[in-house]
């Protein structure tokens, strides 16, 4: 069938976006699903960050590439093999297909899945394949989901079946911003009741950290982002304190005003500055964890002496080491019970053929999620 869909072909554009136009919409054509892959309609699909690093380059994928990742959508057609979803099921995308046979899937860990890693690196669907053409050859898949299109072709494993009295808009975040930001507190680091918390970088993935936070009985929730009007919001959502880390003496600010330091802080900006006002205000005896994804060649150094001295942990968080199928379901429950405010990251909502002045809004750090309306 013929698809419209959002496609990259070269990383590193000029920006503003809305001039350089790194994104083509284009007519693919999509294959029907092969055994074990289902096709969906694409009904809404946010804006992430780990986009944007693929067309700014700090995230090197295999191009031409049809974007997107953080979505919700209906099933059209099951392939053979997937008896457990049916036409007319609503599904959000999960960026991340487990296999369930290699080690850290066995381990319960499907977030680590080895061949997960492999196929999203390669530009594959989970079982190699690739169901995009153009013109003038195959079009890789972004992170096995490619949701930046009106249909898509995916393993089962990059889909959890979700309730239909939901709108669409809001059950895409729950396929990335939500899973990576509040499975970050509840799973990686399992915070306790009373703990005090911190969030540096507040995007999508970092406000969803504090609802996370909030909801888990946190008793101080920091906020710390380079934006005023981010801040604003994080007070709205439940933070006690909130600063600018723009002022180069932040950290000892922050330090001074808890009595020396949060134990826990969350960064989620992906950016080596961000860590390390993180790691900075982070008590003694505290864990500093990172969900961002930086580029590469970046590294993050701190006094080696303090991790053992201060008896410091430092962990790294990916999908919020979130089981999908387990976790979704419950995040959905407690945004349902009023207890995880998600439909309030949402700033803005845009057309496909606007996706490039899109990527200007979140690249200016104004916006946490643009929803995409398909």
């Known amino acids: 069938m013929r698809i419209k869909s959002a496609v990259l072909h070269k990383s590193g554009a000029a ?3 809305a001039e350089s136009k790194p994104i083509k919409i284009e007519s693919l054509e999509l294959d029907p699903p092969d055994q074990g892959e289902v096709l969906v309609q694409i009904k809404a699909a946010s804006l992430c960050h780990s986009d944007l ?3 700014d380059g700090s995230r090197p994928r295999p191009l031409p590439m049809a974007l997107g990742h953080e979505a919700s959508g209906v099933v059209v057609e099951a392939g053979e093999g997937v008896n457990d979803l049916v036409p007319g099921d609503h599904v ?9 046979q290699c080690i850290p899937c066995q381990e319960g860990r499907p977030a680590l899945c080895e061949k997960g890693a492999e196929s999203n690196a390669a530009g594959t669907l989970l079982h190699g394949g690739k169901r995009l053409h153009s013109e003038t050859g195959e079009v890789n898949h972004h992170v096995g989901v490619s949701a930046f299109s009106e249909y898509v072709v995916v393993s089962r494993h990059s ?12 059950l895409a975040l729950f396929g990335c911003a939500v899973i990576t930001g509040v499975g970050a507190v509840i799973n990686t ?15 999508g993935v970092g406000l969803s950290a504090l609802l996370g936070a909030v909801a888990a009985g946190a008793s101080r929730v920091v906020a710390v982002d380079i934006n005023e009007s981010k801040l604003k919001m994080a007070k709205e959502l439940g933070a006690t304190d909130t600063f600018l880390s723009k002022d180069p003496d932040v950290v000892n600010v922050i330090r001074e005003q808890t009595g020396g330091g949060l134990d826990y802080t969350f960064e989620t900006a992906g950016a080596v500055p961000a860590m390390e006002v993180a790691y900075g205000i982070t008590k003694r005896g505290g864990t500093t964890i990172t969900t961002g994804l930086p580029h590469p060649e970046h590294h993050f150094s701190f006094p080696y002496v303090t991790l053992t001295a201060e008896e410091r942990t430092i962990k790294g968080s990916y999908v919020g080491s979130c089981v999908p199928k387990r976790d979704i379901p ?17 700033a803005d909502y845009i057309t496909l053929d606007e996706i490039n002045e899109g990527f200007d809004k979140l690249a200016k750090g104004e916006y946490s999620r643009i929803i995409i309306k398909m």
């Open 330 to 346: 419950r995040f959905i429950d407690l945004f349902k019970q009023d207890r995880l405010a998600v439909d309030k990251l949402v």
């Open 15 to 17: 920006t503003p976006y």
């Open 159 to 170: 889909l959890v079946k979700v309730p239909k009295d939901i709108p669409f808009e809001k």
């Open 92 to 100: 959000v995308c999960v960026f991340v297909p487990s296999c369930g």
């Open 53 to 55: 690093s693929v067309i």
């Open 189 to 203: 680091a399992n915070i306790k009741l009373g703990s005090t918390v911190a969030v540096v970088g507040l995007g």
